[in-house]
């Protein structure tokens, strides 16, 4: 019996958010106190283009077993810290803290066969719309800091 191994796409994108400056001092560390977050409508698209196609068709879904995953990431930067006279208490002290969020975002899905390339320029062209589509999701707010794309491609070029 011979087993058809399917072969698997696999897309891990990685982006960072610019820092955000946070002044705290140790009686606001006590409060807590509700901060707003600012996120890019090309990035909440991106979030809206992946719901919509995990609930467009189930069957087809389950024939490419289509799965993303979310992670984010939160990094804390201390800068330094600034002591008031009289020197003795924590509440004279203030701190600089810079704060940034790393979003990882995975998607895989299975395809029957491995795609099969058979010119340069089809080469060129399956990697431009690779790659193009991610430029669209960046911006100042959140830019890109890597990618990595697994694809099973077949080459037969021939010149």
Known sequence: MYILKKEKIIFNIKYKMNFKPKFNSYSK??????????????????????????KVDL??????NFKY????KKY????G???RAPYKNKTSQFKLK????????IFS??????????SQLDLKL???????????????????????INIPIEFKIIN
């Open 81 to 83: 810290s600034i002591i």
């Open 98 to 105: 810079l704060e940034r969020y790393y979003l990882f975002l």
């Open 59 to 64: 069957n087809y879904n389950r024939l490419i």
């Open 29 to 54: 560390l006590l409060k807590n106190t509700q901060t707003n977050f600012i996120f890019c409508r090309n990035f909440i698209f991106l979030i809206l283009i992946v719901e919509y196609l995990l």
């Open 109 to 118: 899905f299975n395809i029957p066969n491995k795609i099969q390339v058979n």
């Open 69 to 72: 995953s979310l992670f984010f």
């Open 126 to 148: 399956l990697l431009d719309k690779i790659i193009k589509p991610y430029k669209f999701f960046e911006s100042t707010l959140i830019t890109q800091d890597y990618r990595k």
């Open 76 to 79: 804390k930067k201390n800068i």
